[in-house]
């Protein structure tokens, strides 16, 4: 059973930084991707990376602002948030897939439990 497990949450004034940490299990899969989801509203994407080639792709929303990496030796993907604001306040999803289509679709293959962060002004 592949398990993702989402650590880094919490609590910030806007403006701020936090980094998101999410480790899985021993594999490897094409691309690990970040996920949100605030109160009322669809999960929506953030941001994604390729295990292999490390390529990356963002939501125009935190383009410039959010950086996601990956840690082979560590099989751990990352997301830093810089420059924090109130509308980035989520429950943050770390996600894994298998195949190449649909990076930015919550169609991912496996999921963690989510990580709260939430802004405030």
Do not use: H
């Not at 605030?38 to 792709?57: C, L, Y």
Request: a positive charge; hydrophobic letters at 35%; aromatic letters at 12%.
């Amino acid at each position: 059973q592949v398990q993702l497990v989402e650590s880094g949450g919490g609590l910030v004034q806007a403006g701020g930084s936090l980094r998101l940490s999410c480790a899985a299990s021993a594999r490897t899969f094409y691309a690990m991707g970040w996920f949100r989801q605030a109160p009322g509203k669809e999960r929506e994407f953030v941001a994604s990376i390729t295990w292999g080639g490390g390529a990356s792709n963002y939501a125009d929303s935190v383009k410039g602002r959010f950086t996601i990496s990956r840690d082979k030796a560590k099989n751990t993907v990352y997301l830093l948030m810089t420059s924090l604001r109130p509308e980035d306040t989520a429950v943050y999803y770390c996600a894994a897939r298998n195949t190449a289509l649909g990076l930015a679709r919550p169609t991912y293959d496996y999921w963690g439990q989510g990580t709260q962060v939430t802004v405030s002004s």
